[in-house]
């Protein structure tokens, strides 16, 4: 059903935007007006200083900016002292993130970019930390998903395109994680195709349809995987016909 992304250039790195905020420290150069105790008919074109703290009137911390050779990180507090978003990029990985904070302190939204695997991510959390939507594309192969997770973590569905390919597919799954359904193109055939199956995994309905050579058909399969029906048209010979099977898949109906 096309090629999805490989777990690994899944991972959702919302915690880098914490990671690279927590290690950063060194030297920042800020262009524009000073603010503060300048004396009167004076303005500070330059302000320059390894890192920035914003108050607000009753002093308490809303705001830091901190720098280093490499990484430059960005934190923005609540009155609580809470930290509620994250912005930090990665010199040295070319990693860029943003994270944004519950009250509780916990992610729930990341956004990310690797410059050198060109990966780029969302990720959207519960108020447990469980990602629940994952969205991503892959700059190398050239290709995108999106997946939603339940509650435990199992993912539900999943939506990928594989544009090397030109690959599409869908796939809904239940809770115990297996395939009940799956929806797929093949733009190199021409082909698209649905699959239907049961608890077990296995396929019960199936329906297809072949472009390059002008041939659809549908089957219908016992809990055995043994076909029970299937209906086929041809294109080309402009043929069409039905067919019945017994558990021993030998014919006991058909038309024509």
Excluded at 97 to 121: H, P, T
Excluded at 168 to 197: E, P
């Amino acid at each position: 059903m096309g090629r999805r992304l490989s777990p690994a250039r899944w991972a959702l790195v919302a915690w880098w935007a914490g990671a690279v905020i927590g290690g950063v420290g060194g030297g920042l150069v800020a262009h524009g007006p000073a603010v503060g105790a300048a004396p009167a008919g004076q303005r500070a074109e330059r302000l320059v200083v390894r890192e920035l703290i914003v108050v607000d009137e009753a002093g308490r911390e809303r705001a830091r900016l901190v720098a280093s050779r490499e990484d430059v990180g960005l934190r923005l507090f609540d009155t609580a002292g809470r930290e509620r978003v994250g912005l930090a990029y990665d010199g040295g990985r070319d990693v860029a993130g943003l994270s944004v904070f519950d009250r509780a302190g916990q992610v729930r939204v990341g956004l990310s970019y690797g410059g050198g695997l060109d990966i780029a991510s969302l990720g959207v959390f519960d108020r447990a930390g469980q990602v629940r939507v994952g969205l991503g594309y892959d700059g190398g192969s050239d290709g995108a998903g999106l997946r939603v997770f339940d509650r435990a973590g199992q993912m539900r569905a999943d939506l990928s395109y594989d544009g090397g390919r030109d690959v599409a597919s869908l796939s809904v799954l239940d809770r115990a994680g297996q395939v009940r359904v799956g929806l797929g193109y093949d733009g190199g055939s021409d082909g698209a195709g649905l699959r239907v199956s049961d608890r077990a995994g296995q396929m019960r309905a199936g329906l297809g349809y072949n472009g390059g050579r002008d041939v659809a058909g549908l089957g219908v399969s016992d809990s055995a995987g043994q076909v029970r029906a299937d209906l086929a048209y041809d294109g080309g010979s402009d043929g069409a016909g039905l067919r019945v099977f017994d558990r021993a898949g030998q014919i006991v109906w058909q038309a024509p």
